[in-house]
């Protein structure tokens, strides 16, 4: 970076290696030795946010080897207020591997000629993006200096410049057409992808729906949101050679369906916006915020280990389906001023379910048929049997467990219920073995004695 003329680039450059060298990730060591010898020779951009930027959050137990990291990446241009493309990636570190768990990421172009007409037409009402028009020119010299300026004097060489461009057929570069995208993926599937164009954008600036004082009155009177997706988890298939001739494939399948029911309130005191507030109370003093939601989840996953005959197919498969109902509704109360918080948590009225997970183990055999139709056309099919594996040879009945907690304490009760098949008949823990039959766990929670309405929790 030592000859680097960009500033946007060699802040990028610099802090993708400086977040590198600081990593502590096993995936990161080689790398990280590296990074760091490089950045003596690096010359620093310690510049402001409005410039791209690499950062890395991290936190490892060095006796577990796991660790969780988030890495945040944007790219900016000088002429625009706001980034040109975002990500964001949780990746996890456990038991010598490093997965990508969740990462999500936003690209715009042609946003800052929206931001330009909100600011020209909307003068003399404010909107959000004046704010952040006004702080990146008065903190951004790079944005001051740059062509687009009216303020910038011509130079000699801008002077002979504009002579040739008059002498020759050269068009200059057009605005970007604004457009967004947006995606998110789990475990490097990506789960949605969402594309906004032009037209929805030029909406809003026409509307505009993104005024300062309607986000307030928004937040006071309260937004709702639903979201429902559905997702392919894992589709894997893999064969397995054996001496025999015969060989082993072994499958999984899974797929997840969520639902989210989201609503709120919030209210910031004096006000949301830096700019709205009094000369005299710049600082907020209080926040107060309510969330109402209801989460669903609901997966389910099929292992199979099946040997081919070529004329029949023999395995054993795991059917598992988990289902779970998350409500989580309360109260946040912070005033900054006295330096108070509190949460406020709502207990539930009536019994719910929180988890249910359900296990079925199978013998299976499938086996090619044909048949012939009264027109002598000849239909081929696959004759499937199933057998559940019951383990009533093992023990009569199955081992089963009941816990609870909170029902005298807190007021709300807890539950968590199984049943499964064990092959000790006096263990008490209930311990799972998958081969041996099927299994059900339940987590519930109901109110206790003496219920309780809230329960606070001060700082």
């Known amino acids: 970076t030592q000859r680097e003329t960009s500033n946007q680039l060699g802040r990028f450059v610099y802090t993708h290696m400086k977040s590198l060298a600081e990593s502590r990730m096993p995936r990161d060591r080689k790398i990280s030795k590296a990074c760091q010898k490089a950045l003596r020779l690096c010359r620093p951009f310690d510049l402001g946010i409005q410039y791209s930027q690499s950062s890395k959050f991290q936190a490892f137990d060095e006796s577990l080897e796991m660790g969780a990291s ?32 969740l990462e999500a990421g936003v690209r715009a172009t042609g946003v800052q000629t929206i931001i330009d007409s909100v600011y020209r037409q909307n ?12 702080k990146s020119q008065h903190s951004s010299q790079e944005y001051r200096d740059s062509p687009r300026s009216e303020s910038r004097q011509r130079t000699p060489q801008d002077i002979e410049a504009e002579k040739i461009q008059s002498k020759l057929n050269i068009k200059t570069r057009s605005e970007e057409d604004p457009s967004a995208q947006i995606y998110l993926k789990i475990f490097g599937n990506e789960v949605t992808f969402q594309h906004i164009d032009s037209t929805l954008l030029k909406q809003i600036v026409r509307d505009d729906s993104l005024a300062i004082p309607d986000i307030e009155q928004q937040l006071r009177e309260g937004l709702e949101t639903k979201m429902t997706k559905a997702a392919l988890l894992a589709d894997a298939y893999e064969g397995i050679p054996t001496s025999l001739g015969l060989p082993i494939y072994l499958g999984v399948m899974s797929v997840m369906l969520t639902k989210s029911e989201i609503g709120g309130k919030m209210t910031v005191s004096p006000g949301l916006f ?156 209930a311990p799972f073995h998958p081969m041996c039959g099927p299994a059900d766990l339940r987590l519930s929670v109901r109110p206790g004695e003496h219920r309780t309405k809230e329960v606070e929790i001060s700082v």
Request: contains cysteine; aromatic residues 4%; proline residues 4%.
């Open 123 to 134: 003068k003399n009402r404010k909107s959000v993006f004046d704010n952040l028009k006004k």
């Open 70 to 101: 988030v890495d945040i990446q944007t790219v900016s241009d000088k002429r625009s207020v706001l980034p040109r493309a975002a990500t964001a990636k949780l990746s996890y570190q456990a038991l010598g591997r490093s997965i990508n768990f």
């Open 274 to 429: 830096h700019e709205d507030r009094p000369s005299d109370q710049k600082d907020v003093s209080a926040i107060e915020a309510s969330l109402s939601s209801t989460h669903s989840i609901a997966m389910q996953t099929t292992g199979t280990v099946t040997i081919d005959c070529r004329v029949i197919k023999s395995g054993f498969e795991m059917d598992i389906s988990m289902n779970s109902v998350i409500p989580i509704s309360g109260k946040v109360t912070m005033d900054l001023k006295n330096r108070q918080h509190k949460l406020i948590w709502e207990t539930p009225e009536k019994e719910s379910e929180l988890l249910r997970v359900k296990y079925r183990p199978v013998v299976f055999t499938e086996e090619k048929t044909s048949r012939k139709e009264s027109d002598s056309r000849q239909v081929r099919g696959t004759l499937r049997k199933e057998i559940p594996i019951q383990g009533r040879k093992i023990q009569k009945s199955p081992t089963q467990m009941n816990l609870t907690y909170g029902r005298q304490a807190i007021g709300v009760e807890f539950q968590l219920e199984s049943s499964l098949i064990s092959r000790f008949n006096k263990e008490k823990t």
